[in-house]
């Protein structure tokens, strides 16, 4: 997998509740932890989902991050297609 | 004869989270198969799930392998707070766990092994309809059904062959529940097409008597019909346990709010 510290962070948002509520109250403090480009940062802050699939975030890590976001399917399907 | 139980079923989380955007033909047709594999389960009286299962990045990640074994007293899950099944502590076994460890070791399959695993949609949906009340020791094999390189489907059927012997031979009662499948691209560009083409010919190769057939997917194969689809190796495998024992389509259903080929399997006769 490609930008694997990109898909740390997401992953692990979607797998630990505590991670996740930290990220929820402070996303940039959170990201500070991992070994994140500048895009790649950006891309998270401004929960950019068309950037953040092309950068090589797995469906599988990036539906659910979605999901957490309330994001509905149809916006998630139009960001990644783009 | 140890195997008491044997049956496949899908777990698109959709069949929990949003079930109600899929017809209610197909919601019922799919419930209902879940809940006669969940009484031919129940009447075998299985003291132990051997669950064959995939995951998604719930614990393979930095640590990636071909398959591993579940060896904690108990398993976490649902890590998703948004799928609508209720937070559980299921109950491993591992004593279980490490006497299967030693015959695969002894039979040339060197199989990973975690003792902290947890557990995602892929094993707390198929759980919620057949062992509701969490009340049945689970031991999970996780297929990398993710990550390249994988596993081929003849390295599956012989994984399950392998396991054989050992099941028969367990003094314990085993359910053997193998899950995922069949057509998705979940989370990816082709997420809600589903192939079911593909999932007809699978599953008449899976109901056959000749599960040699089942080797013959190739990687690219599963891929082509949805990313999600390679989580059929388990399904494989649990051919490969069955030998010419015949499953039996339990409910199949296309459901696209669900971007799922959701398919139930089941044998008729133990082992």
Redesign the interface.
């Given at each position: 997998?490609s930008t694997y510290s990109l898909?740390?962070l997401l992953?692990d948002v979607?797998?630990d509740?505590g991670i996740r509520e930290r990220f929820f109250k402070d996303a940039a403090a959170v990201a500070s932890g991992y070994d994140l480009t500048g895009e790649e940062r950006h891309a998270v802050l401004e929960r950019d989902v068309t950037t953040l699939y092309r950068m090589g975030v797995?469906?599988?890590?990036?539906?659910?991050f979605t999901?957490?976001h309330q994001m509905p399917?149809p916006d998630?399907?139009e960001a990644?297609?783009k | 004869m140890a195997i008491v139980y044997a049956c496949a079923g899908s777990h698109a989380p959709g069949i929990r989270a949003w079930t109600e955007r899929a017809p209610q033909a197909q919601v019922d047709n799919l419930f209902g198969g879940y809940a006669a594999v969940r009484e031919g389960l129940e009447a075998a009286k299985p003291e132990i799930v051997l669950l064959l299962t995939s995951e998604h990045w719930a614990n393979f990640f930095e640590h990636v392998g071909a398959f591993c074994v579940g060896r904690g007293a108990s398993f976490e899950g649902p890590i998703e707070p948004w799928l609508r099944v209720e937070n559980a502590e299921v109950k491993g076994d591992p004593e279980f766990a490490t006497r299967l460890l030693e015959h695969c070791y002894a039979s040339g399959f060197e199989l990973s092994f975690s003792h902290e695993m947890k557990f995602d949609h892929g094993s707390m949906v198929p759980l919620s309809f057949l062992t509701p009340d969490m009340n049945v020791r689970v031991v999970p094999i996780m297929f990398n059904t993710l990550a390249t390189p994988r596993a081929t489907s003849a390295r599956c059927l012989a994984l399950g062959r392998m396991l054989r012997p050992f099941l028969d031979a367990a003094p314990e009662r085993i359910a053997v529940v193998a899950t995922g499948g069949l057509s998705h691209d979940p989370g990816e560009r082709n997420h809600g097409i589903i192939d079911t083409d593909f999932d007809a010919r699978f599953i008449a190769d899976m109901t056959s008597a000749d599960p040699d057939r089942l080797s013959r997917y190739s990687d690219a194969d599963l891929l082509k019909a949805g990313a999600g689809t390679l989580e059929l190796l388990a399904w494989i495998c649990l051919a490969g346990i069955m030998g010419e024992a015949k499953a039996r389509l339990v409910a199949y259903e296309a459901v696209v709010p669900w971007a799922t080929g959701m398919g139930i399997v089941s044998y008729d006769r133990a082992a």
């Open positions: 997998m898909n740390k992953r979607n797998r509740p797995h469906g599988l890590i990036l539906r659910p999901i957490l399917e998630y399907l990644i297609r | -």
